[in-house]
């Protein structure tokens, strides 16, 4: 069973920059691939970035390609999500995921552990 933590969340300006962090409790956190997604209320759960358990393969939305880097410290059972340039629309409250299945999944119901989710608010 995986435990998922979320933290680095807050209200940062538009043009700002936050890091979340993703921090797991189960030590075999290195085999699973994670994801993160985000949803801002009255929306559904939006994919945002996925890395592979190696951290060799990422792949991102394209609201935020450009603007977002997803990572990965083994060592640490920590998946990372660097957020630059923000947006107001990026406001929202995000959550990652975590599965042993295809690398890049991008559907919710491809995972089958969730953390509670850090909530981001950009302001204008």
């Known amino acids: 069973q995986v435990q998922l933590v979320e933290s680095g969340g807050g209200l940062v300006q538009a043009g700002g920059s936050l890091r979340l962090s993703c921090a797991a409790s189960?030590?075999?956190?290195?085999?699973?691939?994670v994801a993160w997604f985000r949803q801002a209320p009255g929306k559904e759960r939006e994919f945002v970035a996925a890395?592979?358990?190696?951290?060799?393969?990422?792949s991102y939305a394209d609201s935020v390609k450009g603007r977002y880097t997803i990572a990965r410290d083994n060592a640490k059972n920590t998946v990372y999500l660097q957020m630059n340039s923000l947006k107001p629309e990026d406001t929202a409250v995000y959550l990652c995921?975590?599965?042993?299945?295809?690398?890049?999944?991008?559907?919710?119901?491809?995972?089958?552990?969730w953390g509670q989710g850090t909530q981001v608010t950009v302001s204008s």
């Open positions: 995921a975590a599965s042993r299945l295809r690398v890049g999944a991008t559907r919710p119901y491809e995972y089958g552990y």
């Open positions: 189960e030590r075999t956190f290195s085999t699973y691939n």
């Open positions: 890395i592979s358990a190696s951290g060799r393969s990422t």
